[in-house]
């Protein structure tokens, strides 16, 4: 199974800051990884698609990028809604699809 | 759009079997993946396996190949995910997700299902 490793898995920041995580896999993915939002209590909500695809809603501020094996999740300036947890998901290949473990944005 | 209605919270003994529904409207039920993914208190979320439909033949990951049994009954257009044997570790919250492409990215979400293993 291709295994996706977040970083950091927790992160301290204030609103109006830029910040970066990175989704690493264990093998390459192309661009099959999406990124998904999820608020204590809330069902996750999707952000990115296909490393840097935003989904139809979502605040340009939130943007994708990547290919292969590293690829990154960017809030330009961060809204006091943006402090949830964040993660990473790869569907190249399956079974089984896999998910990151998660950054916690604080 | 696609809305997905999961069964309520369960309490189960360890050794039983839990089975939790997901009853989909909007969209093309027949035609979209189903998957379940469940989410242990506090941890990230594990992929169990999915089914489309149309195809009718379910995947499944390898950590519950032969406790998990995914269906889905396309009259009502709901899924169902079956799980025996249950031990303390599969307490989480199990969720079915919609993929509009084939075990492609998530776009719609059940509320999500308490399963609770306790003696």
């Known amino acids: 199974a291709i295994q996706l490793t977040q970083s950091p898995s927790s992160l301290s920041a204030s609103v109006g800051d830029r910040v970066t995580i990175t989704c690493r896999a264990s093998?390459?993915?192309?661009?099959?990884l999406a990124w998904y939002q999820q608020k204590p209590g809330k069902v996750p909500k999707i952000l990115i698609y296909?490393?840097?695809t935003l989904e139809s809603g979502v605040p340009s501020r939130f943007s994708g990028s990547g290919f292969g094996t590293e690829f990154t999740l960017s809030i330009s300036s961060l809204q006091p809604e943006d402090f949830a947890t964040y993660f990473c998901?790869?569907?190249?290949?399956?079974?089984?699809?896999?998910f990151g473990q998660g950054t916690r944005l604080e | 759009q696609v809305h997905l209605v999961q069964s309520g919270a369960e309490v189960r003994k360890p050794g039983s079997s839990v089975k939790v529904s997901c009853k989909a409207s909007?969209?093309?039920?027949?035609?979209?993946?189903i998957n379940w993914v469940r989410q242990a208190p506090g941890q990230g979320f594990e992929w169990m396996g999915g089914?489309?439909?149309?195809?009718?033949?379910?995947k499944y990951t390898q950590n519950f190949q032969g406790r998990l049994t995914i269906t889905t009954d396309e009259s009502t257009s709901t899924a169902y995910m079956d799980l025996n044997s249950l031990r303390s570790e599969d307490t989480a919250i199990y969720y079915c997700?919609?993929?509009?492409?084939?075990?492609?990215?998530?776009?719609?979400w059940g509320q999500g299902t308490l399963v609770t293993v306790s003696s």
């Open positions: 997700a919609v993929s509009a492409t084939y075990y492609g990215k998530f776009d719609f």
């Open positions: 909007g969209g093309t039920f027949s035609s979209y993946t």
């Open positions: 089914i489309i439909p149309i195809l009718g033949t379910p």
């Open positions: 093998q390459g993915v192309s661009t099959a």
């Open positions: 998901q790869q569907f190249h290949s399956i079974p089984p699809l896999t």
């Open positions: 296909d490393a840097s």
